[in-house]
């Protein structure tokens, strides 16, 4: 079921009849890929409707049978009650089943135990010979059996062969791990494994080079956790809540909190709102036993404390109390003066968007998030509810929801969705990692297929293939690439070209705006492409920069060079994170540059940064974007306005 919004003027017998019309149509359709497809389910009618089914392009038709199950009835998302979201003007979906995908900790076995710790994993920077600087290592680095309930501690010795002593880091701490200094070169990893962490557990650590610190090697150790003998010997330890940090709110706007809850001994603790909250609903997620919903309309504004019990569902007196603080704006301090970005860039013949954050309504600030974007984008992008360990987390199993919501917010929005990423090396699935590399292109052109089938008439524009090109320019090496060789891109753009005929195809990747080894191999690769008839409409640049970034006569001559291969030109990520924390006239100024480029270029034709607010940013740590986390405009938003405006 799509989400509908209940607009005034749309007349409701329209719709319903719209609706009786899809069941009837969607009944008669089978849940194979050459059935008709439809999206929505039996209500929806607002999106996409009916399609034609498959037609074979070049490619011949797609696996017969099927590889794996089509999207069907089973997929379709269910409305969500409005206590669980902070919309007010969309009635939202969210999915039928949980998302079930194999817990990455099932992916070592004894045997992968039995081998030792995993192959060094070594990176080397260009300008390092390793002849003369020898890789960083850890020394006597090896698996460990551990006992769950017993507090580990593993030492570890960085080395360097040159005789000088590395650096290190974890790569990621287990709960309530730590990762102590010795102050001799060497660091403990300490570590209590509990239920939860029975099994095979990987941990990685990173040796770094004193003389180069991009040159690295990460080793990963296995630690095999099995049960005591005596279970009753493992502490029973505090459940906790999954911290969430401060958050600003508009007042009279709902705000939403998903609490959940953590024990580390493999049970589910139970929560309870200890605070009194005005227009409050506390409730526990349908789907999600350790998920509690907290939605409440703040009438007034200020600081507010939100306090909550996290109950031991063994013993009922093991309790932790938890706050979170959220502070209350009124709406006056988010008002914005000039025109909305959207508006001016409109003017100027170019589209001006932002990816948009999975599930903002599920967040404190979803209310003031969603009404910002509405009013400066004109175009979304989803950051993480398209990649397909989202859409596709187990063979056959479809989560649409995020998609689906971000679909009616654009479209009551007047906003176009830009899709992101149909096939990329990241973010993919266990299913598809272990796949048969027999069936991949198999599984790849189906994947294609559905998902763009299914938005083929709400989504015009895709980043069809994200980050085909290697860091040091080639191929990257990727799943996809080594099971199907170059061949893969053009597989993808032509069944992205089949299944929706209509839409703006891309190739999008990072670092080929500016000369280097991967802008060479964006020329070679187009070039190819574009000999062999390959549909591809233009070219994504990412543009994840920095203040002090100054190459933009690169960017411009780069943009020339797409444009003169008769191809569209997209900035699709952008983002200027900040060299100095007080460089933010800086970072307005590289904001404004790289928009210059794009509005001096006839070709290019949309402008995305990679979020807005700086509260939401996989780059938080420098601050990239042109809103703060309390959604107030930065220099770089005048910046924007003034560039767009001239
Ligand atoms: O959703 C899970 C959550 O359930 C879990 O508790 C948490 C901790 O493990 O992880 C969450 O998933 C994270 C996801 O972002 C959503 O927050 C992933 O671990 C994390 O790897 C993922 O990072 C995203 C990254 O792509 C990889 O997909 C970034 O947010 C996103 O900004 C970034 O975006 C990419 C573009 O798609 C392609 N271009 C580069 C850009 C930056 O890397």
């Known amino acids: 079921m799509m989400p509908e919004y209940i607009p005034n003027h749309r007349p409701q017998f329209g719709r319903l009849f719209a609706g009786i019309l899809l069941v009837l149509i969607f009944s008669a359709c089978t849940s194979s890929d050459n059935s008709q497809s439809t999206t929505g389910g039996t209500t929806g009618g607002t999106t996409g409707g009916t399609t034609g089914g498959q037609v074979d392009?070049?490619?011949?038709?797609?696996?017969?049978?099927?590889?794996?199950?089509?999207?069907?009835?089973?997929?379709?998302?269910?409305?969500?009650?409005?206590?669980?979201?902070?919309?007010?003007?969309?009635?939202?979906?969210?999915?039928?089943?949980?998302?079930?995908?194999?817990?990455?900790?099932?992916?070592?076995?004894?045997?992968?135990?039995?081998?030792?710790?995993?192959?060094?994993?070594?990176?080397?920077?260009?300008?390092?010979?390793?002849?003369?600087?020898?890789?960083?290592?850890?020394?006597?680095?090896?698996?460990?059996?551990?006992?769950?309930?017993?507090?580990?501690?593993?030492?570890?010795?960085?080395?360097?062969?040159?005789?000088?002593?590395?650096?290190?880091?974890?790569?990621?701490?287990?709960?309530?791990?730590?990762?102590?200094?010795?102050?001799?070169?060497?660091?403990?990893?300490?570590?209590?494994?509990?239920?939860?962490?029975?099994?095979?557990?990987?941990?990685?650590?990173?040796?770094?080079?004193?003389?180069?610190?991009?040159?690295?090697?990460?080793?990963?150790?296995?630690?095999?956790?099995?049960?005591?003998?005596?279970?009753t010997q493992i502490p029973n330890v505090p459940p906790t809540l999954d911290p969430i940090g401060p958050h600003t709110a508009r007042v009279n706007d709902p705000v939403v909190y998903e609490f959940k809850g953590i024990d580390l001994n493999g049970t589910v603790p139970t929560l309870e709102l200890l605070s009194s909250l005005p227009n409050a609903s506390f409730s526990n997620h349908p789907l999600y036993e350790d998920i509690y919903t907290l939605r409440f309309i703040p009438t007034s504004t200020g600081e507010m404390n939100v306090q909550v019990l996290v109950r031991d569902s063994v013993d009922s007196n093991l309790t932790t109390t938890e706050n979170v603080t959220i502070n209350v704006l009124p709406i006056q301090a988010f008002e914005r003066t000039g025109q909305r970005l959207r508006d001016l860039a409109a003017v100027r013949g170019i589209q001006f968007g932002y990816a948009s954050l999975q599930e903002y309504y599920h967040r404190p600030d979803g209310g003031v998030y969603a009404d910002i974007a509405a009013d400066e984008f004109d175009l979304v992008t989803p950051e993480n509810a398209m990649k397909m360990n989202e859409i596709n987390p187990s063979a056959g199993q479809y989560q649409f929801a995020d998609i689906d919501n971000l679909v009616a917010f654009a479209r009551l929005n007047n906003m176009q969705v830009h899709g992101h990423p149909v096939i990329w090396h990241r973010q993919l699935p266990e299913w598809i990692e272990t796949a048969n590399a027999a069936e991949l292109e198999g599984h790849m052109r189906e994947y294609i297929h559905r998902l763009m089938n299914r938005y083929r008439d709400d989504i015009a524009l895709w980043d069809v293939v994200n980050e085909p090109i290697g860091d040091s320019g080639g191929y990257r090496d990727s799943l996809w690439y080594n099971a199907l060789g170059e061949t893969y891109l053009e597989t993808a753009f032509h069944q992205a070209r089949t299944t929706a005929p209509n839409a703006t195809l891309l190739l999008n990747d990072f670092d080929i705006a500016i000369n280097g080894p991967k802008a060479t191999t964006l020329f070679t690769m187009l070039n190819n492409l574009l000999e062999r008839g390959v549909p591809i409409d233009g070219v994504g640049f990412q543009l994840h920069v920095f203040s002090d970034f100054n190459q933009i006569d690169e960017v411009r001559a780069n943009f020339q060079k797409v444009a003169d291969l008769d191809l569209d030109i997209y900035i699709t990520e952008l983002d200027v994170g900040l060299r100095e924390t007080d460089d933010l006239q800086a970072q307005a100024n590289v904001y404004a540059s790289l928009i210059s480029v794009c509005l001096q270029q006839p070709r290019c034709k949309a402008i995305q940064t990679w979020g807005f607010t700086d509260q939401y940013s996989f780059r938080e740590n420098v601050h990239p974007l042109m809103f703060d986390t309390a959604y107030q405009t930065k220099p770089a938003y005048q910046a924007i306005q003034n560039a767009l405006g001239n």
Do not use: C
């Open 57 to 231: 392009g070049p490619l011949g038709p797609l696996p017969n049978p099927p590889l794996t199950a089509a999207p069907s009835q089973d997929d379709e998302p269910i409305a969500e009650p409005a206590s669980f979201n902070t919309s007010t003007d969309l009635q939202l979906v969210r999915n039928p089943v949980p998302r079930s995908e194999a817990p990455a900790t099932n992916r070592y076995t004894d045997a992968d135990f039995e081998s030792g710790p995993l192959p060094a994993d070594i990176t080397i920077p260009d300008d390092v010979n390793p002849e003369f600087n020898s890789a960083p290592d850890f020394e006597n680095i090896q698996n460990i059996e551990a006992v769950a309930g017993q507090q580990l501690e593993i030492v570890f010795k960085p080395i360097d062969a040159d005789g000088e002593l590395p650096g290190m880091f974890p790569v990621a701490l287990a709960p309530g791990a730590s990762f102590d200094d010795n102050f001799d070169g060497s660091k403990t990893y300490r570590w209590q494994p509990l239920q939860n962490d029975i099994g095979i557990n990987a941990f990685a650590v990173t040796a770094v080079d004193s003389q180069n610190s991009l040159y690295r090697n990460t080793r990963t150790i296995l630690i095999r956790v099995r049960l005591p003998d005596d279970e």
